[in-house]
């Protein structure tokens, strides 16, 4: 399978915790973006890669949200002290540029 | 004012039936259009891409891109049950910072 793959699937945690996700994008895709996801909303922006740099950030990515692409590669999405409103689907897309592939997403629930 | 506007619905329709999903948006600077469809607790699915203004047809699916009008549109021919689900349109630039903006997707049903 050559799609994008994102592991856990699920995660449920207790508040406070951390919480880390991976995502192995399309191999020859050098973009890659992660997204939250809310029920009946659309995939909102978190971060963007091009390789292993960190282009943008949304305002929406608080100091509790950390992600990495060490070797522009996969990528680390990484929640410190979770909150209830932490609770969402966090996807992640590769791009060739013209258009993105998402992965299936890991469901996070925070209790 | 939001960059995508998408009616969420929901739309239900019987099986065999001719849907029309659309979006508008408002930043001219858009060069690249697609529709992608989202089964519940999935990650969204490619659909359609398209590039400018124009057509496009895959099977039973056809998105058009009105680009004067800012208002694109994915046509369902003959639904089937299968369809239901969400759909959500993207859209991005060369001009727009390397993002793509999502609307909010409407749900659809094929009632068999």
């Known amino acids: 399978d050559t799609g994008v793959s994102q592991n856990p699937r699920h995660k449920i945690t207790k508040r406070g915790q951390n919480v880390t996700f991976r995502c192995d994008p399309i191999?020859?895709?050098?973009?890659l973006y992660w997204y939250r996801q809310t029920l009946g909303q659309g995939p909102e922006f978190l971060t963007y890669?091009?390789?292993?740099?960190?282009?943008?950030k949304s305002r929406l990515l608080s100091d509790r949200f950390s992600a990495e692409r060490p070797k522009g590669s996969f990528s680390t999405l990484e929640i410190q002290r979770t909150e209830q409103g932490d609770s969402a689907m966090y996807l992640c897309?590769?791009?060739?540029?013209?258009?993105?592939?998402f992965g299936p997403g890991t469901r996070l629930l925070v209790l | 004012q939001k960059e995508v506007e998408q009616d969420p619905g929901p739309l239900s329709v019987p099986e065999g039936a001719i849907v029309s999903l659309n979006c508008t948006y408002s930043?001219?600077?858009?060069?690249?259009f697609m529709w992608y469809r989202q089964y519940s607790r999935k990650g969204p699915e490619l659909l359609m891409y398209?590039?400018?203004?124009g057509n496009k047809e895959d099977g039973r699916f056809t998105a058009q891109v009105d680009k004067s009008s800012k208002y694109i549109s994915l046509f369902i021919r003959d639904s089937q049950p299968s369809d239901s689900a969400t759909y959500l349109c993207?859209?991005?630039?060369?001009?727009?910072?390397?993002?793509?903006?999502f609307g909010t997707g409407t749900s659809l049903t094929v009632i068999p």
């Open positions: 897309a590769s791009s060739n540029q013209e258009t993105q592939y």
């Open positions: 191999s020859e895709h050098n973009r």
């Open positions: 890669f091009q390789n292993e740099a960190q282009l943008e």
């Open positions: 930043n001219s600077a858009f060069q690249y």
């Open positions: 398209t590039y400018s203004s």
């Open positions: 993207a859209m991005s630039g060369t001009n727009t910072g390397n993002q793509f903006y």
